[in-house]
């Protein structure tokens, strides 16, 4: 019975944890996040990009510590995506924007300390 039990819980961890997903950026997802006061991380992301990569893994930890702190992450494509690259001012990919509803909380480029992302993101929730 134990057995069964553990494996139930670690089930129900590991779909939980895969349930964190991220969107490709789309203004009017965008807009409506912010009018439901949303902590959004908007990523601007390539798929070549090492430090992009790490980033992933680091949102994803966080999300599998905080499942109580729901976050939106919008991906913006580094190489495809030039308007919204332009308009958010990111001098190259892995960077990153952190907003709740519509206040801008942080903007950083090629943030890889997983304290400093947990740190930011947990700021935007005591908003």
């Known amino acids: ?33 912010q009018t439901q ?21 680091l949102f994803q930890q966080y999300h599998e510590q905080n499942p109580d ?13 030039k308007q919204w690259v332009k308009k958010f001012r990111a001098p190259r990919q892995s960077t990153l924007l952190l907003y709740k509803g519509d206040r801008q909380f942080w903007y950083s480029v090629a943030e890889t300390r997983f304290n400093v992302i947990e740190e930011k993101l947990n700021s935007a929730f005591r908003f």
Do not use: G, R
């Open 1 to 33: 019975m134990k057995y069964i039990f553990t494996t139930i819980i670690s089930l129900f961890m590991a779909f939980s944890a895969s349930a964190f997903e991220k969107q490709p950026f789309s203004e009017a997802l965008f807009s409506k996040l």
């Open 37 to 57: 006061n949303a902590v959004i991380m908007i990523d601007v992301y390539a798929p070549w990009c090492p430090t992009c990569k790490k980033q992933q893994k």
């Open 69 to 81: 702190k729901p976050f939106h992450l919008l991906v913006v494509d580094y190489d495809n995506d």
